[in-house]
């Protein structure tokens, strides 16, 4: 079984009342405070970096989106074929 080194700290300051919830909390979950507070803030930081990678169109955006892809007289500007000619470069 693979064991993960814990090796990093991360120290933070809190008002004595937000410490009383986060106990609670983990109290309530059957979790130290320590596990609580790291599964807590890893899966927001997730999210955060999910939502951050990530651009979501909204139903009419995405139809709009789309028609200009399909769009038959659609053509390549001068900048799109620049884009195009450095990523075959780098790419191949």
Do not use: C, H
Request: glycine share 4%; no cysteine; hydrophobic share 40%.
């Amino acid at each position: 079984m693979a064991t993960t080194k814990n090796d990093a700290r991360i120290n933070v300051r809190l008002a004595s009342e937000l410490k009383q919830v986060i106990e609670e909390a983990a109290t309530a979950l059957g979790q130290s405070v320590s596990e609580f507070t790291v599964s807590t803030v890893v899966r927001e930081a997730r999210q955060v970096i999910q939502e951050a990678q990530f651009t979501r169109l909204s139903t009419r955006d995405r139809d709009t989106f789309l028609g200009a892809l399909r769009a038959a007289d659609a053509k390549p500007n001068d900048a799109l074929k620049a884009a195009a000619r450095r990523y075959k470069k780098r790419v191949g």
